[in-house]
């Protein structure tokens, strides 16, 4: 067993459904039972991907300390989620909150339920843009690029000149 809180986590949060703020503080706040959060991004605000006709996001990341392992801290997060008032709806529909494992150390999973690096987190400025401002340095454990260079490479591509 780890180490009390030895393992860093980056997780990104967003919401677009209730009071954003407040439920996003509310879930750093419980996810403070299973470690410590040691930095949280700006929040922004974001518009939908894939399904358009919601209202806009709130999101941002936080880099968190913990001792569980990655399919527990999973299992937390998702516990979360349901306290705070998340249901299955459509797919990237409306949501109160989501929590997702983006980097767990430096390590890769692939189970039927977690991938990390999360499958996706390098083709959304969503995810990149908060984590660019606790952890611009850090490195992808596949690609080797870090999050500041994968950040530049998906605003290139989004708004090339």
């Known amino acids: 067993m780890p180490a009390a809180n030895s393992n860093t986590v980056y997780i ?11 439920i ?23 518009e939908p991907e894939g399904f358009k006709d919601q209202p806009d ?31 299955k709806t459509i797919a990237g529909g409306p949501r109160e909150i989501d929590l997702d494992i983006i980097f767990y150390n430096s390590q890769t999973v692939q189970t039927p339920q977690l991938t990390i690096p999360h499958p996706r987190a390098d083709a959304r400025e969503f995810v990149l843009l908060p984590l660019s401002f ?14 500041q260079q994968v950040l530049r490479e998906v605003i290139r591509a989004k708004y090339p000149a």
């Open 12 to 22: 990104a949060f967003g919401s677009n459904k209730g009071d954003s703020k407040k």
């Open 57 to 87: 996001f709130v999101n941002g990341a936080l880099e968190f300390k913990t001792a569980l392992a990655p399919q527990d801290l999973l299992r937390a997060l998702k516990d979360i989620e349901t306290r705070l008032g998340r249901a």
């Open 24 to 46: 996003i503080a509310d879930a750093v706040t419980a996810l403070e039972a299973f470690g410590s959060v040691e930095k949280i991004s700006p929040l922004f605000i974001t």
């Open 134 to 147: 606790i952890a611009p340095d850090f490195r992808h454990p596949l690609t080797g690029r870090s999050v």
